[in-house]
């Protein structure tokens, strides 16, 4: 027995050193988690003629200066504009271009590392306390594989891009990135080549290091929004990702041209008497103004961060922009493209609509206002009265969030707006009616009033309501969702003789999240090219046209018919089969409650399918992309249970 104590302790010490050995390994190996070490300990190797003076040349550069600049007048000026409050050298916003790390946490950086320094060598070429041994660096695969990175010439534009209030403030010229990329090359001499001598000045003259040819990536347009011309012979479509209008012929049906704007253009509007568009640009927080006779770009307004819906009231006087990223409305007076004031508003403003008699503009907010712990959502919608550019009232929308489109009744009794009704006060296991969060429409009515209603059936959800007009006569209403790829089609006679005849109790906890209801006045839906956003309907009520984003193209719609009857290409890079064989057979009508529950086989092959996805709108845009997917217009994925996505 004592022997064989001995022996397990004698055992014991054996791993015990065995293991402190290896944990001294362990130890000497490499970090898992590359830090940040800072320009100085890569100038030990990086100065003087065997390495072209490289260190030299960048601490003569604008980049060593980038972050001292932001303690300069002109870099508070450029805050006030941009809407922000604080320091520049401590908003995260600025130093996302100003300094090196300004995202990475504090145990990511060596003691030496210095953010004073400005967008030092591992801005460009990643943490380096991994590859910054001159073992490691000698082998330019091993010092990839340990985290060295080398930069295009594309790769400058993530900072260096337009920027309206940098351009007001400091009025410098466009960007020219060929001449700045050959101003910071700095390659190392090869063995054997006269040394080169020290910079004297911040222009460099050696040739940039060689660039192995970017991989060409798709063209896309991704169209979000869209509007006619007073006079209906133009549509204009926002496209987000070729920072771009593209301008139809709405009697050609064909695209006629494009007008480069800003970056991730977003929503588009006229001035009452169709002489000047306004086009709202989310990446540069400005707005473009373009002359609609000569297609052109003739002035460029700062306004604050990541504007999105535009409207120019009926008398022409102010055009108002929803500042998304800041939760304000930017005033401007449309004669002197001028600021006047800003107006708060709730959390995200989105969308907004004029009512008929001009007196007032309804904007709706994406996100729910901040509420307490275990409170349901609690969204709003702003009210701005038009004569004095203020706000009047700010009418809330209980259990709502992700408040979109916009649209008012010609009538001026009511607007509609889209929503999603989140419930998360619910467990899981006690809903029996719909999904954890179920999609549908707010009546906001001229008294303060606010309704709500669903759109999704028993068996048919409809998931992302992005946008949502009225026909010119008001009789009806067309929802776009961005999941299902379809277009709802709404009584709206049907839909108000229901809330009318409704008691208060039934039109406060029973319509509003009862699957059943809508097929009363959901009267079909219209299959639409991938992802549907913006929709607008022509002048006489025949037509409408909806933004296809993930399919690059305009699905027109035949209200007398109720059918996609074309599709209008914006000219992105084709990926896929067109969806334009779904065109002709593309409605469904509800004819009753088990209709409604289990909808009639379509007629036709190319008859849009009843059996819609309910998985994220992430798999859905990658299906979408997909060069071997099948028609859009046709997807026969299985339903699960849940909401289809919250994708905004």
């Not at 204009?236 to 704007?261: F, Q």
Request: net charge neutral.
């Amino acid at each position: 027995m004592i022997r064989h104590v001995k022996s397990l302790s004698a055992l014991a010490l054996v791993l015990a050193a065995t293991f402190c050995l290896h944990a001294e390994e362990y130890y000497k190996k490499p970090s898992k988690d590359p830090l940040f070490i800072g320009a100085q300990a890569c100038a030990s190797c990086h100065d003087g003629p065997e390495s072209g003076h490289q260190f030299a040349k960048w601490k003569l550069s604008a980049h060593a200066k980038a972050y001292a600049s932001l303690a300069k007048p002109e870099s508070k000026e450029i805050v006030r504009l941009s809407g922000l409050t604080g320091d520049p050298y401590q908003l995260r916003m600025c130093l996302g271009c100003h300094a090196t790390a300004s995202e990475s946490e504090d145990w990511e950086k060596m003691p030496e590392f210095r953010t004073e320094d400005g967008l030092q060598c591992e801005a460009c070429h990643g943490a380096g306390s991994e590859y910054a041994s001159i073992a490691v660096m000698s082998d330019p695969k091993k010092a990839r594989g340990a985290g060295l990175k080398m930069m295009t010439k594309d790769d400058c534009r993530i900072c260096h891009r337009p920027k309206g209030s940098h351009d007001v403030v400091l009025k410098r010229k466009p960007f020219d990135l060929d001449a700045a990329w050959a101003a910071i090359a700095h390659p190392t001499p090869k063995p054997g080549s006269p040394a080169t001598p020290p910079p004297a000045a911040p222009a460099v003259t050696s040739a940039p290091a060689p660039v192995a040819p970017a991989t060409v990536e798709p063209s896309h347009k991704n169209p979000l929004n869209l509007t006619l011309t007073p006079d209906g012979r133009e549509l204009w479509v926002a496209c987000e990702a070729s920072a771009s209008v593209v301008v139809i012929d709405t009697a050609t049906r064909a695209k006629r041209l494009e007008i480069p704007v800003g970056g991730q253009p977003n929503d588009v509007c006229f001035t009452p008497d169709g002489t000047r568009a306004f086009v709202s640009n989310r990446l540069d927080d400005t707005v473009s103004v373009v002359d609609v006779a000569t297609h052109r770009v003739t002035a460029t307004v700062p306004v604050g961060d990541e504007p999105h819906g535009v409207l120019v009231d009926r008398a022409g006087k102010n055009l108002y922009v929803l500042n998304t990223s800041i939760d304000n409305i930017s005033v401007i007076d449309v004669a002197s493209l001028k600021e006047l004031k800003r107006l708060s508003a709730s959390r995200s403003p989105w969308s907004l609509a004029q009512s008929p008699d001009g007196s007032s503009i309804v904007v709706t907010h994406a996100l729910s206002r901040f509420v307490g712990d275990r409170k349901p959502s609690m969204s709003e919608l702003t009210v701005i009265d038009t004569a004095s550019a203020s706000v009047r009232d700010r009418i809330t929308v209980p259990a709502a969030n992700l408040l979109q489109g916009i649209a008012w009744n010609p009538s001026g009794k009511y607007a509609l707006f889209t929503q999603l009704r989140t419930k998360n006060l619910v467990p899981m296991t006690r809903i029996n009616h719909g999904w954890t969060i179920t999609n549908g429409l707010g009546l906001l009515w001229a008294d303060g009033r606010v309704d709500q209603v669903l759109l999704d059936f028993n068996d048919l959800c409809f998931p992302d309501p992005s946008d949502v007009i009225i026909t010119p006569d008001g009789k009806r209403a067309l929802v776009t969702s961005s999941s299902t790829d379809r277009v709802a089609v709404v009584d709206l006679e049907k839909l108000v003789a229901l809330l009318e005849a409704a008691t208060p109790q039934e039109r406060e906890h029973i319509i509003p999240n009862h699957t059943g209801k809508p097929v009363e006045y959901v009267v079909g839906h219209i299959a639409t090219g991938t992802s549907p956003k913006g929709i607008t309907c022509s002048p006489d009520g025949r037509t409408a046209y909806v933004a296809s984003t993930l399919d690059d193209s305009v699905s027109v719609l035949d209200l007398a018919q109720l059918a996609n009857v074309g599709r209008i290409d914006l000219g992105g890079t084709p990926e896929r089969t067109p969806c334009a064989a779904a065109a002709k057979s593309s409605f469904i009508a509800p004819t009753s409650p088990s209709a409604a529950s289990s909808p009639a086989a379509p007629a036709t092959p190319t008859a849009i399918s009843t059996t819609w996805s309910t998985t994220s709108r992430t798999t859905v845009s990658a299906w979408a992309r997909s060069t071997t997917a099948p028609c859009a217009a046709s997807p026969t994925w299985p339903r699960t249970s849940g909401s289809a996505s919250t994708r905004t």
